[in-house]
């Protein structure tokens, strides 16, 4: 009997722990999605890409260390302790992320861009799946296809004309690519943060992971930009925003808060309270929320087709929760993968956040 109340109880804790992950994983997708208008409206000022993201990663790391300082005094001390997570998590996830997909959009279509890096979801499945010999279940595959079909028809992939009329070539898809392999080691990375190491070590806080993170990811970028490796170029002309003229300090402010230092926090604290699989489905939101954004603050009208690849999307999630809710619940001996299920972590009293 007690055993059987002390179930319920996990599963109930377990439960809790998915919903909050779910909560922040949505609010991160959100957050990441306004990106695009404010980067637009800054590089039709004349900013060049790389001046964008350079404003963004340094923006977000002042307003990321200021926070930590304030929540968590002794978070620098915690980064040097796991200074290569840190260093790592700043070149790809962070700088590796911004510049790969920058440089894609300058030689391919935003839309196949944006498809391009939206794999990252397949490659963290196909990772997960070689290194533990374990095959995904049929509708955690399902729900992989059915996503990535959603997103091609929100972006208008799948249609009249569909790929074949889009400006491709081998370079900008390789750049894409790259970008999708930096967004599923985001995923992979972010799992890993709360808890002790298998040494006993206390684990990386998220606060700290993405203050550092962004000090990396924003020195890379501006020591490229400074070298000449991409182009830099800022001006202070003024930015128009949802059909309003605005200073250029408004997007860049905006661009530092919003989709950097806010989303990657959420997106670390909900991918290490879900499992990164998962975690990479919910990030697929990131174009419906990219496209509303779009909408309210460009005035880019949302496509019957938008809307239909949005529910689509959604069911693949669905379909994609519920085969991570069946793996939950295998037997004792069978095999497991790396990022344990909810109810283990809640079970073991660990606070991933």
């Not at 806080?205 to 182009?231: D, N």
Request: one cysteine or more.
């Amino acid at each position: 009997m007690a055993a059987n109340l002390a179930h319920a109880s996990n599963e109930r804790t377990g439960a809790g722990h998915f919903r909050m992950g779910l909560l922040f994983a949505i609010g991160s997708a959100f957050a990441f999605g306004s990106s695009g208008p404010f980067a637009k409206s800054l590089m039709e000022a004349g900013w060049s890409p790389t001046a964008a993201v350079t404003a963004r990663l340094a923006g977000g790391a002042l307003a990321m260390a200021v926070f930590a300082s304030v929540v968590r005094p002794g978070w620098i001390r915690e980064a040097r302790t796991h200074a290569r997570t840190v260093v790592l998590y700043g070149l790809a996830p962070i700088a590796g992320a911004q510049l790969f997909y920058y440089n894609a959009v300058s030689q391919l279509s935003v839309g196949v861009a944006l498809l391009l890096e939206y794999t990252a979801p397949i490659l963290v499945v196909g990772w997960l799946w070689a290194t533990t010999r374990r095959r995904p279940t049929a509708l955690t595959l399902g729900g992989v296809a059915l996503a990535v079909a959603g997103i091609m028809l929100v972006l208008g992939i799948l249609g009249p004309g569909g790929i074949s009329g889009a400006d491709i070539n081998l370079a900008g898809v390789g750049w894409g690519l790259a970008a999708a392999v930096c967004a599923a080691c985001y995923f992979l990375m972010s799992d890993k943060v709360g808890g002790q190491g298998p040494d006993g070590q206390a684990g990386l806080h998220p606060i700290t992971l993405a203050a550092g993170g962004l000090i990396v990811g924003a020195a890379t970028v501006s020591l490229l930009g400074v070298a000449g490796v991409m182009p830099l170029t800022f001006t202070a002309s003024d930015a128009v925003i949802a059909g309003w003229t605005t200073s250029w300090l408004v997007p860049v402010v905006a661009l530092a808060l919003i989709p950097t230092a806010i989303a990657y926090t959420l997106g670390i604290v909900g991918i290490a309270r879900l499992r990164p699989r998962f975690a990479s489905l919910v990030g697929l939101s990131e174009v419906m929320f990219a496209v509303l954004a779009a909408w309210v603050l460009l005035g880019e009208a949302v496509t019957a087709m938008q809307a239909v690849g949005g529910a689509v999307v959604l069911v693949g999630l669905a379909l994609a929760r519920q085969g991570d809710r069946s793996e939950q619940f295998q037997p004792a001996d069978a095999a497991s993968w790396p990022d344990a299920p909810v109810a283990e972590l809640a079970s073991s009293g660990e606070d991933r956040s």
